[in-house]
């Protein structure tokens, strides 16, 4: 059975520890200060002595396992234990501010949490709605700014399942038997078996950074600490050089882009309306020259795409310079070309009587071979 260390003292950073088992993945010791993955929290890694410790996970009676890539030591050897604390802190601190969050969405708007996640950009929060304005999720990063500042002292504590049952937790206990309960001083209680900060103080600060919807529910992302520090100055920076791209105010900013976007669609269907003139004139141009109308484009083959009817009679077969081609007759047609034209890897296919695809090598090559096929 492992020493756990890390309920003792979630900032003891390393220990003299002993192999007392070896597995497939890794090694049990008689005590750690790693904690294995577990409730949304990445395992803890760093060394053994000289080996590598790349991850840890819960193993056989919830022993930590810790994963050692290539060779392991023995049962018996003994050696320092030591975390690589910036993973863990960082992991500590986004644990701590996930419990902050989840508080404040139950406390202050009846929203539960459902699941969470701990990542290397962000954190997230499940919750239990299908809705949440981001009006409300703003009002918990100022909550959560707020109780930053006040310091709040994290702590846990081990106790029975009826003394936690007492306790009137947002969250109900997923654990029988003793039970590990985390408070936030004057603002939250819950049952957690990870490992957290000392005080609210230590998070820095809390930025809400966008929702998306999973299982019917809303799942919130949060930064925290650097991340939080980095993802407002780099929303800084974009605000500063957009302004100065478009000579606008950062309070004009957003006005200035919608004008530039709904400018940008009207270009982009005047280009669209002079494209498909140009293809209606070249088509035309070369109508008459055969049973079909042959040749290669230098514009965009989808430029062509309105100017055929399924009724139309008229064959036509175009490529353009990046070998895309487009076939507007018959299914036997088009049958043909597949056939005659398998040297020039031609694939595509269509309906009502408009067929498109791509070939390769030589295009006029292509159409000769195509017109001999069509015409014969």
Known sequence: MTDKLYY????????????????????ILDRTVFYPEGGGQPGDRGTFGTFVISDTRKGPDDDPVHIIEGEKPAVGE??????????????????????LVSSILFSCHGIGTVAVHQGERFFTVETDK??????????V???AAAAIRENHRITQREMGHEEAEALGMRRSIKVDGRVKVVFIDGLDRVACGGVHLGSTGEIGEIQYCGQERIRGHVRTMWKCGPLSVDFRRQNHEIVKEASAMLSAEPETLL????????ENQELRHSLRSAFERAASLE???HRGEGSCAMFCTDGDISSFEGLFSENDGQEA???????????????????????????????????????????QGDACDALEEARSLLDG
């Open 130 to 139: 299908s809705e949440i304005t981001d009006d409300v999720l703003l009002s």
């Open 141 to 143: 990063e100022d909550e």
């Open 8 to 27: 003792e003292d979630g900032y003891l950073r390393e220990t003299e520890a002993t192999v007392i088992a070896v597995t497939d993945e890794g090694i």
């Open 78 to 99: 003994k050696k320092v234990l030591c975390l690589d604390w910036d993973h863990r802190y960082f992991y500590m601190m986004e644990h701590s501010a996930q419990h």
């Open 283 to 285: 088509l035309e141009a």
């Open 317 to 359: 077969f175009i490529i353009d310079a990046k070998g895309r081609f487009m076939f507007h007759g018959t299914k036997e047609g088009f049958d043909k070309l597949k056939s005659g034209l398998a040297s020039y890897s031609l694939r595509g296919g269509g309906r009502g009587g408009l067929f498109r695809g791509s070939v």
């Open 255 to 262: 006005s200035s882009i919608r004008r530039l976007s709904e």
